[in-house]
């Protein structure tokens, strides 16, 4: 019995395993390079984000006073406290060194320090989204893999179709509707969900019961954002890998007797992979900027509708705080990005 | 051989894949509970039933000088106690921790006689010193007197002489100290933050107070948790534990109330309290309202000094205009179309619900007469033009600027309609729709026409009367300006005097008498042209709850009221009322409030995820085999 007999894997794929000191060195200025990159992008979030919310209307002072007898020293003294009667210079100047030290000064609206407000939103944020986007990920690469490598299919027609039917639904629309059947109930169906929020009043967090509750709570926001999101992944890896099925390389492989399994996950997929790779990457660092219409919709406590409520005084130092760890999730998920490529594609990822 | 190694490698990635899953949900969930705002509650608390509550506005601080929100105050109602209370039936001044008071014959020192035996949350006893403290600090610090400085205006000295008597001294004659809504605070625990402290306090934490609920726990954005106190003076609360739990969105909400995850929603809008009608189980509430709506319009925007600012139209400084515009509006047509008939129409700013001081026109009522505003407009030297629209002594037509408010549907609605009435008149109107704070800013400004916009109007009448006082106009410094309560830049003589001499009045009746002058002034110079007073819209379970207090009484508000009288009386139905009354449809317990279940359903669903998993675990490997010579 000839044992099947892998030569050196045709396409793109891995680097040559003699390495030399100068394509080392040339690695480390493209790492380099990138990295600066992205320090750059993160220099001018931090002054943009300054004069950002500076054009927003209103005085924050005055709005958070407004209709109550504030005597009028009193609202001088709240502008005062806030750093807004000081020259925009001045300002500026005291918002970077802060922010530079990791102050990121106290919310107007809940007068306290911006990074508790913060950290209260941040793991549910993360949790909600995290995990949504994993699995619309995997669920997305899944149906698109099948759905080109079989393509015209039944599976196909109706999996395109759906996906696209439910990413085109407005997703709070699509959100009620959960709500409605599944934590409501319809007819003789009792509703198995609770309708909002992220934890039932009373429960310990830390238990078990408490993982599990917030299990529960969790599933039909999770549901929702995933089923709305699934076709960006089905759609991009389905026509990146048709645009792969048609190359030598896989045709040689499938007249060396490999498995047709083993010709897909081995050669086709991770060719394909590049630029869904970005897509995903892309949207592991919009992660932390929550999802404001599922927030809404479900009660959720996250840093999306968070940033939304914080628009409404303007409540300046919570807005720079939240836009600041959008800025540098999305930065740091790009440079990410940026680094797999040179791994995973060895034409990229030399200076 | 080569196949079988690679498929038990699979297998392990697979193990490890879940297990990171599971960590992954685990980790956050330990995070959370050490982020959150204040003690996890012990995990069986049960003191009692749990009388839930749905809001849409959370607290946003547990601090009372710093919050500012109405759920705030709500909050903080139950948790503290206040010298005197506002009586269920109207409102009228009952005893709260003070059992007694008492004025001297010049008005001008109030002595208050405190219960005693009171104990704080904490065991320690409440004194009068802990009155005096409360209220010595706000008259001290600036940054207190945000929320309470309009209490101790006229406050010149207070005093505790023993454990219960305080004496309040005053300069002037002051109805407002039969109505010190300021909660007591203990002074051992308050004396240890300073006044830069306080501005960042939270409060949050072992919170001690001697109202008829205590504090438990507050998850920022999702639910606040509070006690009955078995010990309170006025009686222990019939139930064990109110929750409040937020909402952001109305639709989940009366979804939640449907199903029985919570027991009360206030504040519903018109089409969603329409939709719960005929809803098993559930009872639906019309409450009268301390709220009206108006067409606000620019007098003629001046300082408190006198000098104009902004760009308003000069014809509205013309009362004929004014009255005019008064009388081209349908109010009822807005009352059944925009509020679906849940209200009443609007004559004077004090609404009806306070019956003593609300002021009736009669003779001089303006109601829908297109043909008086017309006559009024031409009165008034705005002739009617060629093209519709009226034409004023300096050549231009007659158009107004509209100003909607974003936020708000019903006021969008309110414009299209005003537009509509008055073209009938021959006013054009532009309408505009901008975010409030964009409307406050142009109000403040003087640089707006009409707009539409509304009022919530305390039991005492002096906030709302200030509204409309020559002192509350914008105010100019160089030239920033900043803005008073006025929002009408109404300036009359006149009325500045009957509003000073109602500050000073204590004695109910002729302060009645007064404040009602004061509003026939506002009507007839047609300050504002007051639209409707809307209902309070509630909905609750009827099925579980019993005994819920309105106020005024009959036919006010349950619950955001001026007092806790619901949270302390309300009791679940019991057991054999509950079955005869429950029906098939209703898919919520009807006799068990204490719900914290769905641990059942928990297990369910983990059984079918687990099956599912597996199922389609086991699926993926036997279709692995597929090669290519199957597929061709």
Redesign the interface.
């Known amino acids: 019995m000839t044992?099947?007999v892998e030569t050196a894997q045709p396409g793109p794929v891995g680097e040559p395993s003699s390495a030399g000191p100068a394509r080392r060195r040339s690695r480390w200025r493209w790492a380099s390079l990138k990295a600066g990159g992205a320090l750059g992008s993160l220099a001018f979030v931090l002054v943009f984000n300054f004069f950002l919310f500076r054009v927003l209307?209103?005085?924050p002072a005055?709005?958070?006073?407004?209709?109550?007898?504030?005597?009028?020293?009193?609202?001088a003294?709240?502008r005062k406290?806030f750093g807004l009667g000081k020259p925009l210079r001045d300002q500026f100047l005291d918002y970077l060194s802060n922010t530079l030290h990791g102050n990121l000064g106290?919310s107007y609206?809940?007068?306290?320090?911006v990074s508790t407000?913060i950290?209260?939103?941040?793991?549910?944020t993360?949790?909600l989204l995290?995990?949504s986007t994993l699995l619309s990920t995997v669920i997305g690469l899944w149906i698109g893999i099948k759905g080109a490598w079989n393509r015209g299919s039944a599976f196909d027609k109706v999996s395109t179709g759906i996906s696209l039917a439910l990413y085109a639904m407005p997703e709070f629309w699509l959100g009620?509707l959960l709500?409605?059947i599944f934590?409501?109930?319809i007819g003789p169906f009792?509703?198995?969900f609770?309708?909002?929020?992220?934890?039932?009043?009373?429960?310990?967090?830390?238990?078990v019961?408490?993982?599990?509750?917030?299990?529960?709570h969790m599933?039909l926001p999770t549901l929702t954002l995933t089923l709305a999101y699934l076709a960006e992944y089905a759609l991009v890896m389905r026509s990146s890998l048709l645009d792969e099925m048609g190359s030598d390389y896989l045709t040689t492989a499938?007249a060396k007797?490999?498995?047709?399994?083993l010709?897909l996950r081995r050669h086709a997929v991770p060719n394909a992979m590049l630029p869904t790779v970005t897509l995903v990457f892309l949207n592991l660092g919009f992660v932390v900027s929550g999802a404001i219409t599922i927030?809404?919709?479900?009660?959720w406590?996250g840093l999306g509708?968070?940033s939304y409520e914080a628009l409404?005084?303007?409540d300046y130092p919570l807005l720079q705080g939240v836009f600041l760890l959008f800025s540098v999730g999305v930065i740091v998920a790009n440079l990410a990005a940026d680094l797999l490529y040179g791994v995973l594609d060895p034409r990229v990822g030399h200076a | 051989m080569?196949m079988s190694r690679n498929v038990l490698r699979r297998g392990r990635t697979r193990v490890v894949a879940a297990v990171v899953a599971a960590a992954?949900?685990?980790a956050?969930?330990?995070?959370?509970?050490d982020?959150?705002?204040s003690t996890?509650?012990?995990?069986a608390?049960s003191a009692g039933p749990?009388f839930?509550v749905g809001l849409t506005n959370d607290v946003?601080?547990m601090?009372p000088f710093?919050g500012?929100v109405a759920t705030s105050f709500e909050v903080w109602g139950m948790i503290y106690d206040t010298l005197t209370g506002y009586g269920q039936k109207d409102y009228s001044p009952v005893p709260g921790l003070a059992t007694s008071w008492s004025t001297s014959p010049d008005g001008l020192t109030w002595t208050f006689h405190l219960r005693s035996g009171v104990k704080w949350s904490d065991g320690v006893p409440l004194t009068a010193h802990d009155a005096a403290y409360t209220f010595n600090r706000i008259m001290k610090n600036?940054?207190e007197?945000?929320?309470y400085?309009?209490y101790v205006a006229n406050m010149t000295s207070v005093t505790a002489p023993d454990d219960t008597t305080l004496i309040i001294k005053t300069s002037k004659p002051s109805p407002i100290m039969l109505h010190l809504a300021v909660p007591i605070l203990p002074e051992h625990i308050w004396s240890k933050i300073d006044e830069k402290a306080v501005?960042?306090f939270?409060n949050n934490k072992d919170v001690v107070g001697s109202g008829p609920f205590t504090f438990i726990?507050w998850?920022?954005?999702?639910?606040i948790?509070l006690k009955a106190n078995p010990d309170y003076w006025g009686g222990a609360p019939k139930v064990g534990?109110v929750?409040f739990?937020?909402?952001?969105?109305d639709?989940?909400?009366v979804?939640?109330l449907?199903?029985g995850?919570i027991d009360f929603i206030d504040n519903l809008s018109a089409n969603l309290y329409d939709s719960l009608k005929g809803a098993q189980g559930i009872t639906l509430v019309d409450a009268k309202y301390a709220g009206f709506e108006e067409v606000g319009m620019n007098n003629g925007a001046a300082t408190d000094t006198g000098t104009p600012i902004g760009n308003g139209n000069p014809a509205l400084k013309n009362v004929l205009v004014r009255k005019a515009i008064n009388y081209a509006i349908d109010r009822q047509t807005l009352v059944d179309k925009v509020i679906r008939g849940y209200g009443s129409v609007g004559t004077s700013v004090i609404p009806p619900i306070y019956a003593d001081q609300h002021y009736q026109p009669t003779t001089d009522l303006m109601g829908y007469d297109p043909t008086k505003a017309k006559a009024l407009l031409d009165q008034a030297g705005y002739k009617m033009g060629p093209s519709g629209v009226r034409v004023g002594p300096d050549g231009k037509p007659l158009t107004l600027r509209f100003f909607a408010r974003q936020e708000s549907q019903d006021s969008q609605q309110v414009a299209q309609f005003v537009k509509g009435w008055l073209k009938d008149v021959g006013i054009n109107v532009v309408i505009t729709v901008m975010?409030e704070?964009?409307l406050?800013?142009v109000i403040?400004n003087g640089e707006y026409d009409l707009f539409e916009w509304g009022?919530v109007v305390e039991p005492d009448p002096d906030?709302q009367l200030?509204v409309f006082t020559c002192g509350q106009r914008s105010?100019k410094d160089g030239s920033t300006i900043?803005?008073?309560?006025s929002d009408s830049f109404f300036c009359d003589p006149t009325y500045d005097k009957l509003y000073a001499e109602q500050q000073v009045t204590v004695d109910p009746a002729q302060r009645d008498a007064i404040v009602k002058s004061a509003e026939k002034v506002v009507y007839d110079k047609a300050a504002y042209a007051l639209t409707y007073y809307y209902d309070d819209l509630e909905a609750y379970r009827s099925d579980r709850w019993t005994n819920l207090q309105p106020q005024p009484d009959p036919g006010g508000s349950l619950i955001f009221q001026y007092g806790t009288y619901t949270y302390r009386n309300v009791e679940p139905v019991s057991v054999a009322q509950a079955s005869a009354s429950a029906t098939p449809g209703s898919?919520g317990v009807a006799s068990a409030p204490t719900s914290?279940s769905?641990?059942s359903?928990?297990a369910?669903?983990?059984g079918v995820l687990a099956v599912l998993v597996l199922g389609g675990g086991a699926f993926a490997l036997i279709r692995?085999r597929?090669?290519?010579d199957?597929?061709e």
């Not at chain 1, 005055?62 to 609202?75: E, F, I, S, Y």
């Not at chain 1, 609770?194 to 967090?205: D, E, F, L, R, Y």
């Not at chain 2, 996890?40 to 995990?43: E, L, R």
Request: proline share 7%; glycine share 8%.
């Open positions: 044992a099947v209307p209103g005085d005055k709005n958070l006073t407004r209709n109550r007898l504030v005597p009028a020293d009193q609202v003294e709240l406290s106290i609206v809940f007068r306290q320090p407000v950290a209260e939103r941040f793991w549910p993360v949790l995290g995990v009620i709500i409605i934590a409501v109930g009792p509703g198995l609770p309708t909002g929020g992220m934890i039932s009043p009373g429960v310990n967090a830390a238990s019961a408490g993982v599990l509750d917030i299990a529960r599933v499938r007797g490999l498995r047709d399994a010709v927030e809404t919709v479900y009660s406590p509708l968070l409404q005084a303007p | 080569q992954t949900v685990l956050p969930a330990a995070a959370m509970a982020s959150s705002s996890p509650a012990p995990a608390s749990v839930t946003d601080s601090n710093v500012i600036s940054f007197q945000t929320n400085g309009n501005q960042t939270p726990q998850q920022v954005g999702q639910f948790r534990e929750d739990r937020i909402f952001k969105n639709d989940a909400m979804q939640a449907r199903k995850e975010a704070n964009r406050t800013d403040g009022w906030f200030s105010t900043t803005a008073g309560l898919t914290r769905g641990s359903a928990t369910v669903l983990l692995r597929g090669s290519a199957d597929r």
